[in-house]
């Protein structure tokens, strides 16, 4: 598994760092799912798993995004359940 995740061009990611700031993005390309708290991390984990957000990137892609987000919830102490 790869853990390059490439640049969306549906996707500006300015506005990720305008929006969450200077802070920790499971796709850290185009800022997208900030885990830099208990409460992002639950929701990062909701969005990457509806179809229509995960069918924007390739397979390995998800799966990276979604490790980090897995161990963004161990640092959390957040539990989430996997699918």
Same mark, same amino acid.
């Given at each position: 598994?790869?853990?390059?995740?490439?640049?969306? %061009?549906?996707? %500006? =990611?300015?506005?990720?760092?305008?929006?969450?700031? *200077?802070?920790?993005?499971? *796709? =850290?390309? @185009?800022? %997208?799912? =900030?885990?830099?708290? /208990?409460?992002?991390?639950? /929701?990062?984990?909701?969005?990457?798993?509806? !179809?229509? @957000? /995960? /069918?924007?990137?390739?397979?390995?892609?998800? !799966?990276?995004? %979604?490790?980090?987000?897995? !161990?963004?919830?161990? !640092?959390?102490?957040?539990?989430?359940? *996997?699918?």
């Amino acid at each position: 598994m790869s853990s390059k995740i490439d640049r969306r %061009k549906d996707v %500006k =990611p300015q506005e990720g760092e305008h929006k969450y700031g *200077d802070v920790e993005f499971a *796709d =850290p390309v @185009n800022n %997208k799912y =900030p885990i830099d708290s /208990a409460e992002h991390v639950r /929701a990062a984990w909701s969005y990457i798993n509806h !179809k229509d @957000n /995960a /069918a924007k990137y390739d397979s390995d892609e998800v !799966k990276t995004i %979604k490790n980090r987000i897995k !161990k963004a919830a161990k !640092k959390f102490d957040v539990e989430i359940n *996997d699918d």
